[in-house]
């Protein structure tokens, strides 16, 4: 910003008795944030906005100040270091420094070195020059100590609440833009700036001015205990932002394969890396788009621990967002399924496998918090899904929409039980002959048709004779769960299931594809929906086959 001041006044000359003994041999602002002295974070901003001269009064543990910068220099910013063997406190230490502001210094930011704070000086910069204010105050709506008295018009009227003025109080955010001529004008004494700003508001209002800063850290540290919470704070990580190499080494592991990408997808990444004792192992890097990623970690050990076909947790940094997890190997049904016999024994132990699931998921995972059961707010979201993602903005008929919602009241009519809810060819590893469940991140309660209706009307399988295996798989999911009615009900049922599925999983192709502009989900879509056409018409809703239908045809039609 070519008008913001080239010259900022740091104030690091107290002697941070407030936190000692932290600071009986450093300075406070050069106390250890995020691996430097916590006064760079301050000089970093100015330094974007346009500072390149910094001026710090020092005075206890001066020395450190030269080791920190030695020769005067940071970056390309000249850094000035001015003794001071008697403290002036801030006023005085203004003064002090005023005669070294040259001619082009027609302001300067003033901020004080133990302060914390993420405000827009380039903005307050602006307002102040606007305003035409010697002295404008970076204030905040709440504090420990408010008492700056600031009206609808930004004039400061009182400070300390000394001069009996009645409008709102604010915090003062110790940071401040004053012009030279005002640092020039401030009394060489020892006393607080504060006394030179209540001069100037009492001789001439208007001459100091606040301005809002609404932004979200602010920090003046005054205990041990505080620094320490602030610290780990600002230090922590952000969720998934660690690059692979950093996150195998957290667990003592080494990445394979270049640390390529195996599997992706809502805010999670897998990659294959080596063990300490040279097993393989997948290593999950997540973040906190999709709150049941913080989830897959528990609940991947609760079903392992049960006995259950899922794969072992190894080890997991929840603050780092990194999840070792046992290797499944790179079988999955899906590929599987590519071959010209139908895998029909890979595809019955999964049937089983889920049936088990179903039956024992809830006792493995008591005491754990999952996703949102199933019921009419989350029929309603699938359902919504698809509307907003496939169906846009297109006239259709209404009965459509009546089938479509018609669909809720049958599932939420069975028992509830554990479902994976994301039952699909990809998201079964196969070894050995026997099928482990991955992504286990959504489980939750629901009708157990829905984890049936996924696999069997997989998107993902394409096979022309999957229609003729559907029939198999449906009659072993019957027998393996049970079932105490006809089979014509559990058909209606599995068909009803599918096609609520369905639009779950053709709603997110839209949206990921042209929402999200990851153009291959959409080769999924017409398949997904040729199939929930045929799953609605067998459930008995027409109209929804109808339209479903017709979007696929749509789907395949050059845009």
């Not at 009064?57 to 001015?82: C, I, K, M, Q, Y």
């Not at 020892?190 to 001069?199: I, M, N, P, Q, T």
């Not at 080494?249 to 080494?254: D, I, K, Q, R, S």
């Not at 299931?497 to 879509?525: D, P, S």
Request: overall charge negative.
């Amino acid at each position: 910003m070519a008008e913001f001041p080239r010259t900022a006044f740091i104030l690091g000359a107290g002697l941070g008795l407030r936190l000692r003994p932290l600071t009986e041999k450093t300075p406070k602002p050069l106390l250890p944030i995020g691996g430097r002295p916590m006064v760079m974070r301050a000089m970093e901003r100015l330094h974007a906005a346009g500072t390149r001269r910094f001026i710090i009064n020092t005075h206890h543990a001066a020395e450190a100040w030269d080791s920190v910068f030695p020769g005067g220099r940071w970056r390309d910013a000249e850094v000035t270091l001015v003794h001071e063997p008697v403290l002036l406190d801030t006023g005085g230490g203004l003064a002090n420094i005023a005669g070294l502001l040259g001619p082009d210094d027609r302001d300067l930011v003033v901020w004080n070195g133990d302060i914390l704070s993420d405000c827009d000086v380039a903005a307050a910069a602006t307002h102040h020059r606007a305003n035409g204010a010697e002295a404008t105050l970076v204030v905040r709506e709440d504090g420990p100590l408010a008492n700056v008295r600031v009206t609808d018009e930004g004039d400061v009227t009182d400070m300390r609440d000394r001069l009996g003025a009645a409008d709102r109080a604010y915090q003062y955010a110790g940071v401040c833009v004053v012009t030279a001529d005002f640092a020039r004008g401030t009394p060489k004494a020892a006393e607080s700036l504060v006394e030179h700003f209540l001069r100037r508001i009492a001789a001439a209002r208007g001459s100091v001015q606040g301005f809002l800063d609404r932004s979200g850290t602010w920090h003046d540290l005054g205990t041990p205990e505080e620094y320490a919470s602030v610290k780990a704070s600002l230090e922590r990580p952000a969720r998934g932002a660690i690059d692979v190499t950093a996150a195998a080494a957290l667990h003592g592991c080494a990445v394979t394969d270049g640390g390529a990408v195996i599997k992706g997808g809502s805010g999670r990444r897998f990659h294959r890396v080596r063990t300490p004792d040279g097993a393989s192992a997948v290593l999950c890097v997540y973040d906190d788009s999709r709150p049941e990623n913080l989830g897959y970690g528990a609940v991947c050990g609760a079903l392992r621990t049960a006995g259950l076909n899922a794969p072992a947790v190894i080890a997991e940094d929840r603050a780092a967002g990194t999840l070792l997890l046992e290797d499944l190997g790179g079988t999955d049904l899906w590929s599987l399924a590519q071959a010209p016999a139908f895998p029909w024994a890979a595809f019955a132990d999964t049937v089983e496998q889920a049936a088990r699931l179903h039956r024992e998921g809830a006792a493995a995972t008591a005491g754990l918090t999952l996703m949102e059961p199933f019921g009419e707010g989350l029929y309603r979201w699938e359902r919504q899904y698809f509307l907003e993602n496939v169906v846009g903005k297109r006239r259709f008929d209404p009965g459509a929409l009546r089938e479509a919602e018609s669909l809720a009241g049958e599932l939420s009519s069975q028992p509830l039980v554990t479902l994976h809810r994301d039952l699909q060819s990809q998201n079964v590893m196969m070894r050995e002959g026997r099928a482990w469940f991955v992504d286990l991140q959504g489980l939750r309660m629901g009708c157990a048709a829905y984890d049936f209706a996924s696999l069997a009307f997989d998107p993902y399988l394409t096979r022309p004779d999957m229609q003729l295996w559907r029939v198999d798989i449906e009659d072993h999911a019957r027998e393996a769960s049970g079932w105490q009615g006809s089979r014509d009900a559990y058909t209606g049922l599995l068909h009803a299931a599918a096609a609520q599925r369905l639009m779950q999983a053709c709603g997110a192709y839209g949206f990921l594809g042209r929402v999200k502009g990851r153009a291959e989900y959409l080769a999924h879509l017409p398949q997904g929906l040729r199939n929930l056409s045929f799953a609605a018409a067998v459930a008995g809703r027409r109209r929804l086959a109808a339209l479903a239908a017709e979007l696929a045809e749509e789907a395949v039609r050059p845009r």
